[in-house]
C-alpha cells in the first residue's frame, strides 16, 4: 500500500514563503517521478513542479524561479519550497508520485495554502 502524507501549507502573506513536504511509504516502492500539483476551486489539477530521480525538474510557468522542487531518493520524500508567494497561488497543492509495476500514480490528500493579507 503506497501512502503519501503532505505537510506544510497554511496562511501566509503575499511575499512570504512556504515549504511543502510530502513523505512516501509503500514496500519498495520506489517512485520514478515526485510532483506537486495545485487545484483551484472549480479547476482541474494543475501541475506545479515534478522531479525525476535523476533530478531532473520541470517546472509550470507561472511558478518558475519562485518555487523549487527537491526529493531525498534514500527517504522518499519530496519538498516544494515555495518563495514570493502570490494570491493567485491560493490553492490545495496535492503531492503525487509515480512508479511501481504499472507505473501508476499516487496522490496525497491536498493541503490547503492561502496567500492572503
Known amino acids: 500500500q503506497v501512502q503519501l502524507v503532505e505537510s506544510g501549507g497554511g496562511l501566509v502573506q503575499p511575499g512570504g514563503s512556504l515549504r511543502l513536504s510530502c513523505a512516501v511509504s509503500?514496500?519498495?516502492?520506489?517512485?520514478?517521478?515526485m510532483g506537486w500539483y495545485r487545484q483551484f476551486p472549480g479547476k482541474q489539477r494543475e501541475l506545479v513542479a515534478d522531479i525525476t530521480r535523476d533530478g531532473v525538474t520541470d517546472y509550470a510557468d507561472s511558478v518558475k524561479g519562485r518555487f523549487t522542487i527537491s526529493r531525498d531518493n534514500a527517504k522518499n520524500t519530496v519538498d516544494l519550497q515555495m518563495n514570493s508567494l502570490k494570491p493567485e497561488d491560493t490553492a490545495v497543492y496535492f503531492c503525487?508520485?509515480?512508479?511501481?509495476?504499472?507505473?501508476?500514480?499516487?496522490w496525497g490528500q491536498g493541503t490547503q495554502v492561502t496567500v492572503s493579507s
Open positions: 509503500g514496500n519498495f516502492f520506489r517512485p520514478n517521478v
Open positions: 503525487t508520485a509515480r512508479g511501481g509495476y504499472w507505473n501508476s500514480d499516487y
